[in-house]
């Protein structure tokens, strides 16, 4: 539902590091623990660009103001050496993101909205102000400079149909002037992720860069095409590149017309960027995913695909097509990973790569010709990266802390830290320690989790539990810092954390993701009973029987779950954005490919595949009190089935509460939101687990 080197060994047998976080702060006061204000303060920092002479470097800075309920980000460079500090480039209190170096390392264009709309500006490192580049009448979503710094690509919401960008404009007013709101649809997408069709489609667009850009100078790369390039609604310019001598421009898309709702069938197509010919499809014999294309400096062209269709959650491998000969091979066929996220160094002699791997998301370095692969950080979560010949900058967070920027030898070496951007913050707060620790789950299988120690630990004491069930379900609850279901923030609360990464989670290979597969309530629910049971065993401090099970999204079905199948066990639980009836939940989400695989075709064809792990089948057992979160944006899972979650509990006279929020989607993203959603969630489990104020219970 859906982004320092060591040996194996103490990864997977000693498991046992610890982030061990001072007791007193770095001016000598006691620590604080952190609060929810404080989790939505933080600053994030992402977007990391090298430029091209590996002299510099830029990232994105978010800020937010709580009070004002707003955020803004802006461009921050710094020399790549360890011991330069960032210096803010962009303030302009809008939205500055998506810096990306021209050729000549010292140009950069970006996007702002600072004019009202985002569009393309230009900023010359001698210190000339910001210059606004376009002024279409539509805004631009993505970008990328060509290699050769003559053109630049970006995307924009157009109508197919339309000839020009005026076109769409003028269709839009007429729309917005219009008394009559009501939309007629033919096919679906109807609506996707928190968004209601309403005709346009994303496109890509080359522009020159010497000359002036009036919009009659924007060339549609794809017209006509019943596409979206970015993919919505997670696309970014990842989905397209150019080739090397900037002729060509290779990009992702799915042209699925009627059939777009149920298929994962994305091809790469190339076209010249003066769209004088029409694109040229290059994987159509792939009925699967091909995704981010990445060419080389040799003009060869890597990218991942998957090879089962339907299946979102297949394992993602690298193909290349050779420049010389066209011939195209699977370089990493015999690697039993799926890489997130590919990109190659500045020279093209390496290949990189972002990997879930047993509890982390890591980089490796990848040999383009031969598959060879070697390992470049260990732990953490690897968000973003970016390279030059000898080097590589990656934004790492973990369960101790949010992102930030980090490099490391291409040819491996220490991890060296850039950035300390919340510095003042987290230094005065007290972060708690957490270990990865493993067990032996269904059918005796080695399975994976994470706990967490609460704020306030003292030895012999034993601690309420916080037992965050992950999303997904093909996703892993690893060791990553997210502000959704933030585990620092429990533990600040005074709970012990408990996670389990159980059947289906990737990174433990394609059998172990695929094993969830038609079997929603079966393996994972084991993995979750023994996984519960191991920790309290290895963790004595653990006081199972006052415990919460939490969960959002899949983690909400398995609330629903929970309450029907394990109905004794936990005080309390909380449902975020859980699926409660299966068939309507067919019929009303949006991307159908996902339940058509999980549960084996269509429901009307299947209704058995649904039904046997159904949680509307078993509400007569339901007796733990519930409290139910939905989003009325949400469109993956229609807070319909909060609804019906909720009233099922209270019919049944079972303690309840629903929490909706009207503007939010499958997520919480509103700064006042987020502080409300973990206030309620905090209250809730408080109200349910704490036998006397702030006191832990004694064995």
Same mark, same amino acid.
């Given at each position: 539902?859906?982004?320092?080197?060591?040996?194996?060994?103490?990864? $997977?047998?000693?498991?046992?590091?610890?982030?061990?976080?001072?007791?007193? !702060?770095?001016?000598?006061?006691?620590?604080?623990?952190?609060?929810?204000?404080?989790?939505?303060?933080?600053?994030?920092?992402?977007?990391?660009?090298?430029?091209?002479?590996?002299?510099?470097? +830029?990232?994105?800075?978010?800020?937010?103001?709580? #009070?004002?309920?707003?955020?803004?980000?802006?461009?921050?460079?710094?020399?790549?050496?360890?011991?330069?500090?960032?210096?803010?480039?962009?303030?302009?209190?809008?939205?500055?993101?998506?810096?990306?170096?021209?050729?000549?390392?010292?140009?950069?264009?970006?996007? !702002?909205?600072?004019?009202?709309?985002?569009?393309?500006? %230009?900023?010359?490192?001698?210190?000339?102000?910001?210059?606004?580049? $376009?002024?279409?009448?539509?805004e631009v979503g993505s970008l990328r400079v060509s290699p050769t710094g003559r053109s630049i690509a970006v995307s924009m919401e157009v109508f197919p149909d339309c000839a020009t960008l005026a076109c769409t404009r003028e269709r839009l007013d007429a729309r917005a002037r219009s008394k009559a709101n009501g939309r007629l649809?033919?096919?679906?997408?109807?609506?996707?992720?928190?968004?209601? #069709?309403?005709?346009?489609?994303?496109?890509?667009?080359?522009?020159?860069?010497?000359?002036?850009?009036?919009?009659?100078? #924007?060339?549609?790369?794809?017209?006509g095409f019943d596409a979206d390039v970015p993919g919505k609604p997670f696309g970014g310019d990842e989905d397209f590149d150019f080739s090397p001598d900037g002729r060509w421009l290779v990009f992702a898309a799915r042209m699925a017309s009627h059939e777009e709702a149920w298929s994962t069938n994305f091809d790469l197509y190339q076209?010249?960027?003066?769209?004088?010919?029409?694109?040229?499809?290059? $994987?159509?014999? =792939?009925?699967?995913?091909?995704?981010?294309?990445?060419?080389?400096?040799?003009?060869?062209l890597a990218w991942i695909a998957q090879d089962r269709p339907g299946f979102e959650s297949d394992r993602f491998h690298i193909m290349v097509r050779r420049a010389r000969g066209g011939s195209v091979s699977a370089l990493t066929a015999d690697w039993?990973?799926?890489?997130? %996220?590919?990109?190659?160094?500045?020279?093209?002699?390496?290949?990189?790569?972002?990997?879930?791997? +047993?509890?982390q998301r890591v980089l490796y370095r990848i040999?383009?010709?031969?598959?060879?692969?070697?390992?470049?950080?260990?732990?953490?979560?690897?968000?973003?990266?970016?390279?030059?010949?000898?080097?590589?900058?990656?934004?790492?967070?973990?369960?101790?802390?949010?992102?930030?920027?980090?490099?490391?030898?291409?040819?491996?070496?220490?991890?060296?830290?850039?950035?300390? @951007? =919340?510095?003042?913050?987290?230094?005065?707060?007290?972060?708690?320690?957490?270990?990865?620790?493993?067990?032996?789950?269904?059918?005796?299988?080695? @399975?994976?989790?994470?706990?967490?120690?609460?704020?306030?630990?003292?030895?012999?004491?034993?601690?309420?539990v916080a037992f965050v069930v992950h999303g997904g379900p093909q996703v892993s609850m690893q060791n990553l810092w997210t502000y959704r279901w933030n585990a620092q923030a429990f533990a600040?609360?005074?709970?012990?954390?408990?996670?389990?990464?159980?059947?289906?989670?990737?990174?433990?290979?394609? #059998?172990?993701?695929?094993?969830?597969?038609?079997d929603w309530g079966g393996k994972p629910l084991v993995d979750l009973q023994k996984g519960l049971a191991a920790a309290e065993q290895q963790f004595p401090w653990l006081d199972g029987q006052r415990a919460c099970a939490l969960g959002g999204s899949y983690g909400g079905f398995m609330m629903n779950w929970i309450e029907g199948n394990w109905p004794d066990r936990f005080r309390c639980i909380v449902d975020h954005d859980g699926v409660f009836d299966q068939r309507m939940m067919y019929y009303s989400t949006e991307e159908l490919w996902f339940p058509e695989w999980e549960f084996g075709e269509p429901y009307y064809q299947n209704?058995?595949?649904?039904?046997?792990?159904?949680?509307?089948?078993?509400?007569? %057992?339901?007796? $733990?009190?519930?409290l139910v979160i939905h989003g009325e944006q949400d469109f993956r899972v229609p807070y319909t089935q909060g609804l019906g979650t909720f009233t099922a509990a209270q019919r049944r006279g079972i303690e309840s509460k629903l929490l909706i929020f009207p503007e939010e989607n499958h997520w919480v993203l509103r700064p006042a939101d987020s502080v409300l959603w973990y206030q309620t969630v905090l209250g809730w489990l408080d109200a349910h687990l704490k036998e006397s104020a702030d006191q832990p219970s004694t064995p």
């Open positions: 539902m859906q982004r320092l080197p060591r040996p194996w060994a103490p990864l $997977t047998l000693c498991l046992c590091a610890l982030v061990v976080p001072l007791e007193v !702060s770095r001016a000598g006061a006691p620590r604080s623990p952190l609060t929810v204000e404080d989790l939505v303060a933080l600053k994030r920092i992402s977007d990391p660009q090298v430029s091209p002479d590996g002299r510099y470097l +830029i990232f994105v800075q978010r800020d937010t103001d709580p #009070a004002a309920n707003k955020s803004h980000s802006s461009l921050w460079l710094m020399a790549l050496s360890v011991g330069a500090h960032p210096q803010q480039l962009t303030d302009a209190g809008a939205a500055d993101s998506s810096p990306r170096w021209a050729s000549d390392s010292r140009t950069l264009y970006f996007l !702002s909205n600072r004019s009202g709309s985002q569009q393309v500006w %230009r900023l010359l490192l001698t210190g000339a102000e910001a210059r606004r580049l $376009t002024d279409f009448p539509l649809y033919d096919r679906l997408f109807v609506r996707h992720w928190d968004r209601w #069709a309403d005709g346009t489609r994303s496109h890509v667009f080359t522009v020159a860069t010497d000359v002036p850009l009036p919009t009659s100078a #924007a060339v549609d790369v794809m017209p076209v010249p960027v003066e769209g004088n010919a029409p694109p040229h499809n290059l $994987t159509a014999s =792939n009925p699967a995913a091909d995704a981010q294309p990445v060419f080389l400096a040799n003009g060869d039993d990973r799926s890489v997130a %996220r590919l990109g190659s160094t500045p020279d093209g002699r390496w290949l990189l790569a972002a990997v879930d791997e +047993i509890g040999d383009p010709h031969s598959g060879a692969r070697t390992r470049l950080t260990t732990s953490g979560e690897l968000e973003a990266f970016s390279a030059t010949a000898d080097r590589v900058v990656l934004a790492r967070a973990d369960l101790a802390g949010p992102a930030d920027l980090y490099v490391v030898p291409v040819r491996g070496g220490e991890m060296q830290r850039l950035t300390d @951007v =919340n510095h003042d913050l987290l230094g005065a707060r007290q972060l708690s320690e957490y270990q990865q620790f493993s067990f032996r789950g269904w059918n005796d299988e080695t @399975v994976y989790g994470y706990v967490m120690k609460p704020y306030g630990f003292e030895p012999g004491g034993r601690y309420p600040a609360g005074g709970y012990a954390v408990v996670m389990i990464d159980f059947h289906g989670s990737p990174g433990y290979g394609q #059998a172990f993701t695929d094993s969830i597969s038609h209704p058995q595949g649904y039904e046997q792990f159904n949680p509307v089948n078993l509400i007569s %057992r339901w007796r $733990t009190p519930i």
